[in-house]
């Protein structure tokens, strides 16, 4: 299993568990209640053809993190010891029907073996018949039609503030921009418990590196949060922002696909917006925009009652503040994107295009790369979870007039004729 693999699987733990370990006011045999109800759910395991997880599995899961500190890794799986070993079973056609089942969940089994063996799917060697089909989506749960009964939706509210957060993303107007018009989105972030609304931009797009740059705000601002709710917009459903709520002790819970009454308070708060902000805005920037929200939310908004609890905003808010969560003192560094790549002979490494040297030692070393897209040139080099140092851009013009490293001297000086190739990270 490789590293991103096992990281995927620590980060689904820590989805199934979060709720565990991170509520602070359980009542006496809630636990277990909660467990039962999470062993008796089918899951979306990465990785795996299972779908089920056992009430003992789980609170293995949650003593280990408990006893690791609360560290992600702790939920990583150890290594198997059966590593190369032959299988009998052909986990290849197995994933490929499951896919194709969840892809077509209406056709016949009999018709889903004809596309598979249409589009080789099948391994070489193997034969999918009717009866191993059947078994295989029975195990993963997909053998039955989808049911058409009613959902069970129930009204709910934070016990108190800071519990869950509701986000989403709203088309805003469009503003000029380098004296073109251009289209804007209003990212929110919504206590849920006081309607306080945490953070709430307008930017020009609604992408990933957008809506995290939304969120850092408001976890500055306003603590951090017990549970994010949002939707399943490709956005939230990427592995950086799972990664960045699991290592900040956030869950996330994600609404059903076409199901927005779950977001009810944030989809309210847009209602209030275009009503009563965008009815009569007149400016035309993108600036005027973002000023006149913040002006709204923080003179009228937060200070006027809210007809579902009867208190102002903020006053409701400030009302607990002894459980709020300050966030961490690094918490930049949570955001900050992550790649892998080799290290090459030469000591470079790139980046969308962009080359850093590394130290001597790291050649041909599997490393990571942590960096803010806003400062790409700033790159931090991670090998097996230790910090090695921050790079700095490669500058082939100096290389021509730099002597070359000789065996017996020590790799890491980095210590050139008017460069550094490697500086240490508290020397930025």
């Not at 400030?318 to 090459?344: G, M, W």
């Not at 090695?388 to 851009?393: A, E, K, R, S």
């Amino acid at each position: 299993m490789t590293d991103k693999e096992r990281e995927d699987l620590a980060l689904f733990r820590f989805g199934v568990i979060s709720d565990l370990v991170g509520a602070t006011r359980l009542e006496h045999g809630e636990r277990g209640r909660r467990i039962k109800e999470k062993a008796a759910e089918r899951w979306n395991i990465p990785h795996s053809t299972r779908t089920r997880i056992s009430d003992n599995t789980i609170r293995r899961w949650v003593t280990i993190y408990e006893k690791s500190g609360r560290q992600l890794d702790a939920l990583k799986p150890a290594p198997r010891s059966d590593i190369g070993c032959c299988r009998q079973v052909d986990e290849d056609t197995v994933l490929s029907l499951v896919r194709l089942r969840k892809a077509k969940p209406l056709l016949p089994v009999a018709h889903l073996i004809e596309e598979m063996e249409k589009k080789r799917l099948v391994s070489p060697g193997y034969t999918l018949r009717l009866s191993t089909a059947y078994r295989v989506l029975k195990k993963a749960g997909l053998s039955g039609r989808p049911s058409s009964d009613p959902v069970d939706r129930r009204r709910f509210e934070a016990e108190f503030p800071n519990d869950i957060w509701q986000s989403d993303v709203m088309h805003g107007p469009h503003v000029v921009v380098d004296g073109k018009k251009r289209k804007s989105y209003l990212i929110a972030f919504l206590d849920d418990h006081s309607r306080l609304v945490t953070q709430a931009r307008f930017m020009l797009s609604e992408n990933l590196a957008s809506f995290l740059t939304v969120y850092r705000a408001a976890l500055t601002t306003r603590g951090l949060p017990r549970k994010l709710y949002v939707d399943n917009g490709s956005a939230f459903r990427s592995r950086h922002l799972e990664k960045v709520c699991a290592c900040l002790g956030i869950a996330i819970t994600h609404t059903p696909p076409y199901t927005p009454q779950g977001r009810g308070k944030v989809e309210r708060f847009f209602r209030t917006v275009r009503s009563q902000l965008l009815a009569s805005f007149t400016g035309e920037t993108l600036e005027d925009l973002n000023q006149s929200l913040d002006d709204w939310i923080g003179q009228t908004y937060h200070r006027r009652p809210h007809s579902a609890t009867g208190q102002s905003p903020l006053e409701r808010f400030a009302s607990h503040l002894e459980l709020i969560r300050k966030p961490p003192i690094d918490l930049e560094d949570h955001f900050r994107k992550e790649v892998r790549r080799r290290v090459n002979k030469d000591r470079s490494v790139s980046i969308d295009g962009r080359c850093f040297e590394a130290p001597t030692r790291l050649i041909g070393e599997q490393v990571s790369l942590l960096f803010h897209e806003e400062t790409p040139h700033k790159v931090e080099i991670v090998l097996r979870g230790e910090p090695q140092g921050v790079l700095v851009p490669l500058d082939p013009h100096i290389n021509v007039r730099v002597g070359r490293e000789q065996k017996g001297t020590t790799a890491d000086t980095g210590i050139r004729q008017g460069q550094l190739s490697f500086v240490r990270r508290e020397e930025l």
